[in-house]
T-cell receptor, first 112, second 118 residues
């Protein structure tokens, strides 16, 4: 199913601090997860992905953590920069990439 | 990463007319393309999944006769909004994937099309 919401949750962080964005996914059968960044008026951009056989994956300044027990996904951004301000979506899928279902999104606001 | 181009980036049309949105994979063959709709401040909602050469699979609640999807080649899918109404105004986004190919399972997104029906 799809997730919709009238108001995006917002996370405000100070520039240079670390950000943690959380996502609760719905389907215990989901085996592949992606975090996307969406800037205003643009399509989503891939940030990092993780398969269900892993619980942590690191990229450049970003780390994704997966807790299958509680169906929770998080995105950690180190040393948050103004350019990180955007809406972040998690997406889950089964069969490794078929039919992504997107979470409601979180708006990250970086304060100077 | 791979590039997906969506055109137009914005369009304004009159009620009752039809609008076609194109989604092209520029440097890979997209065996599967997805079409999403996004209302302001909301998440992406999957409308349909199309595989090259076959009919699209529509999500529940999406009218297939209103949102015509054609995936005639491995690099192009089109979404036509027929007899558009103001409530069809939205941000439409496509994504493309090359399942089983070198791109693994990642889906790449177009830049989206802002449709305004007046």
């Amino acid at each position: 199913g799809e997730s919709v919401g009238l108001h995006l949750p917002t996370l405000s962080v100070q520039e240079g601090d670390n950000s943690i964005i959380n996502c609760a996914y719905s389907n215990s059968a989901s085996d592949y997860f992606i975090w996307y960044k969406q800037e205003s008026g643009k399509g989503p951009q891939f940030i990092i992905d993780i398969r269900s056989n892993m619980d942590k994956r690191q990229g450049q300044r970003v780390t994704v953590l997966l807790n299958k027990t509680v169906k929770h996904l998080s995105l950690q951004i180190a040393a948050t920069q103004p350019g990180d301000s955007a809406v972040y979506f998690c997406a889950e899928s089964r069969n490794y990439g078929q039919n992504f279902v997107f979470g409601p999104g979180t708006r990250l606001s970086v304060l100077p | 990463g791979a590039v997906v181009s969506q055109h137009p980036s914005w369009v304004i049309c009159k009620s009752g007319t039809s609008v076609k949105i194109e989604c092209r994979s520029l440097d890979f063959q997209a065996t599967t393309m997805f079409w999403y709709r996004q209302f302001p401040k909301q998440s992406l909602m999957l409308m349909a999944t199309s595989n090259e050469g076959s009919k699209a699979t529509y999500e529940q609640g999406v009218e297939k006769d209103k949102f015509l999807i054609n995936h005639a080649s491995l690099t192009l899918s089109t979404l036509t909004v027929t007899s558009a109404h103001p409530e069809d105004s939205s941000f439409y986004i496509c994504s493309a994937s090359d399942y089983g190919g070198s791109l693994n399972t990642e889906a790449f997104f177009g830049q989206g099309t802002r449709l305004t029906v007046v």
